[in-house]
């Protein structure tokens, strides 16, 4: 899953972990790059 946003390590000074509350972290990117 987290392929799909490609080579970004941060979001908003957040490591981007994969398998590690995924899921809410990539709602949250989602809600960033949709708001």
Request: charged share 15%; hydrophobic share 45%.
């Amino acid at each position: 899953m987290d392929r799909s946003f490609g080579d970004i390590p941060l979001v908003h000074g957040m490591p981007f972990i994969s398998g590690v509350g995924i899921e809410a972290l990539q709602n949250k990117i989602l809600t960033i790059l949709q708001g």
